[in-house]
């Protein structure tokens, strides 16, 4: 059966239906659920974010960066740091008291989103050129190397970050509008330059970077793109997360951080945006049902002390288990698209009709 | 085609390596439309040559001159928007992407500056058209060169004649002025290394171009090339037309070794 494309003018429309269902649910969700759905949606979206912006840097251009809970604490910190109210940060920092002019400053979350976004970008710029000199396991380890550089900085420069203690009473700005709203712009700006011609040019270099530059490519430019613009929603990913949880201590973004948003993407499937947004939502999800694990559970009359920890050691299992059956993650390097499901669709009616076409 | 002027010039190209000179003091030039051989035994330092033409290396000695400019300590991907263009020995395709995006790959140095990038990103009305003429000369080209039956196809799943042909396709489409080569006839059968040679040939008058070809394949050198450069050594120990170089002594020498008389 010949493969059947749909128009642009019906692709646009079934997005913006998806789209408009989906702000919908989100708007009986806010109204209906529980503090705790509510929450876990709220971890969703900005997993989403996390998870994209990783395959963006990882999966798509090839980057193999391990520094992305680094470009989380910057926009995290940020942000905290812009939009706590004065008297607050008087209080907090104890230790040492909190440099000019952030002392001074307290503004509204956009901005400080804003902020935070570009900042971590910044940061990006400024760590690419030396690290993108490296390939391979080398990057991996001096990106890995990077992230637990800045968290380390963040633990020791008291007078900016408050060292160990962390930053507490965080505003709770972030809500189902904002987080989901941020993952949809995110989403969409990287899926949209993953389909035009600097898409393509950046899998190239993922292909063969010695090939990509000789086909005109300026290698070193696009991974610097790249890079700069995954740390910039990174950034803000972070900064809708701080305003979610409100306390935030260099803890927060150890190594850790990292590897669970690798698990995401390589779960989806490593270079398939579609795939990233996948990973992230049944991590998330997964994670919270596997919470019964650790529950103190009883057989008969003997009754067992819940083990905390339990749903890790379950959830390592089930990853080997992925990663021996399911290689390529839940989507390989395959996007979902309506022309995909229009086409499946078709063959499934064909087929129950019993045509061979 | 009127074979004119010169195209590229190479004067004194040295490239060491520690204490090994891969290619010494290399003089030499091309006319436009030009189809040029370079031969050379095993190590003889003609992937060298190649891969300090296109930039990769930076030489150590003299200079190359590309249509007047002198281009040797430009970056390859600068080199590429200059006009020349490359294969490599062994087949370097982007493996997991279609047979039609590699060649689509090629036309994205003609998104110039990083406006672009926000175009593509708004989708604006000229990243859209530029995308389509993208496709449709991608297209026009796989035609051109007997590969539109396999544009949604993943380049990797290519027999390996078709990877061969693809990459020049893939270098064509950076619309060069000067293609080069890297032994486009390894591992072909000799049926297959006929079909090459007519495709070079036709490759080099539908599109204007001037070939440079590493070669291993007599057959092939002496069957299309007008002229043929031999390095022995990283030294030019030849040049002159393929009935010329075939009488060389110094050639025969070469690649047969001495007589010795015991």
Redesign the interface.
Known sequence: MQRKTLSTKTQFFLTLFLVLGIWFLLFLAKNNASEYVILILNLIAINVIFATTLTFINGITGIFSLGHAGFIAIGAYVSSLLTLPIEQKEMSFLIKPLIYPLNKVEMSFFPACIIAGLVSALFGYIVAAPSLRLIGDYLAIATLGLGETIRIIANNTWSITNGALGLKAIPPYTNLWWTWGWAFVTVL?IA??VK???G??L??I???S??????????FSHQV?SFVLGSFFAGIGGALWAHLITTIDPKSFMFVKTFEILIMTVLGGLGSISGAIIGAAIYTVGLEFLRVLEAPFSIGSITFPGIPGMRMVVLSLLLILLMLFWRRGIMG?RELSWDGLYNLLRRIRFSSRGDRA | MKISEVLLRIEEVTKRFGGLVAVDKFDGYMRTGELLGLIGPNGAGKTTLFNVI?G?YIPDEGRILFQNIDITRK???EI??YGI??T?QNI??????TVL?NV??????R?RN?L??FR????TPG?LK??RQ?KIKGLKLLENVGLSDFAYEKASSLPYGLQRRLEIA??L??RPKLLLLDEPAAGMNPQETLELMDFIRKIRDTFELSILVIEHDMKVIMGICERIYVLDYGKIIAEGTPEQIQKDPAVIKAYLGEEVVL
């Not at chain 1, 010695?210 to 290698?219: D, E, P, S, T």
């Not at chain 2, 689509?104 to 140095?109: A, F, I, T, Y």
């Not at chain 2, 593509?120 to 989708?123: A, E, G, Q, V």
């Open positions: 700006v949209s330059l035009s011609s600097y393509r040019a899998k190239a993922r292909e063969d010695l090939a990509a530059k000789a086909m005109g490519i300026n290698v793109m390097r | 296109t990769m970056p390859p991907h590429t928007r263009a490359r490599f370097r395709l982007f493996s997991d992407l995006e689509m790959v090629s036309q994205h140095l998104l990083w672009w990038l593509s990103i708004l989708k990243a530029m995308e993208m893939r270098a489409a950076t």
